[in-house]
C-alpha cells in the first residue's frame, strides 16, 4: 500500500499503517521530525495545527430575564 499524508487528523495518525497514536498531545517539538510510529516503527514528520476558540461568560449578574423573572448567577 502506498504511503499517504493525512492532514488534520485529530491525532497523529502514520502514513505507512494509519496507526492512531492517541496520546499525540505528549509530545514535544523536538519529536516533530522523524516521528517513529509505535506500531510499524517507520518514521514520519509532524506538523501540529493549533485552533484556538474562545469562551466567553457573564460575570456575577443580577437582573430580571424578558419573561419577568428576576434572575442571578455567579461566576464559577
Ligand atoms: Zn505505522
Redesign the pocket.
Known amino acids: 500500500m502506498k504511503p499517504e499524508s493525512v492532514d488534520y487528523a485529530d491525532e497523529i495518525t502514520?502514513p505507512?499503517?494509519q496507526?492512531v497514536d492517541d496520546e499525540s498531545w505528549q509530545m514535544t517539538e523536538e519529536e516533530y521530525d522523524d516521528f517513529e510510529?509505535a506500531?510499524?516503527g517507520?518514521l514520519f514528520d509532524v506538523v501540529r495545527h493549533l485552533t484556538i476558540r474562545y469562551s466567553s461568560k457573564p460575570k456575577d449578574v443580577e437582573g430580571v430575564d424578558e419573561n419577568g423573572d428576576n434572575y442571578s448567577y455567579a461566576a464559577d
Open positions: 502514520c505507512y499503517c496507526y510510529c506500531n510499524c517507520k
